[in-house]
């Protein structure tokens, strides 16, 4: 059995422009796959983002990133100064 990993939630700094986690399908019997996110102040802008980075998507989905809990292990500003 592994570990339990110690995770903390990771908070979003407020601001006017959104972000929407972005989920796509390559075609009609592939998974739905976490693909980023895309900011835009609102969600048919930001659909008009994400299906231009994915024109071939079968399936795009958005969810504004407020609705989604995330928790990790390490900051994300840990992780970009590559301490990964």
């Given at each position: ?32 796959r976490h693909v980023g996110s895309v900011t835009a102040p609102s969600e048919s802008v930001a659909y ?37």
């Amino acid at each position: 059995m592994s570990e339990q990993v110690d995770r903390t939630r990771v908070e979003r700094p407020p601001g006017e422009r959104r972000e929407w986690e972005t989920f796509c399908r390559s075609s009609a019997d592939a998974p739905l796959r976490h693909v980023g996110s895309v900011t835009a102040p609102s969600e048919s802008v930001a659909y008009e983002q994400a299906a231009t980075l994915f024109p071939d998507a079968v399936d795009l989905w958005l969810c504004p990133a407020e609705s989604v809990a995330r928790y990790a292990a390490q900051p994300l500003a840990d992780r970009a100064e590559g301490d990964v």
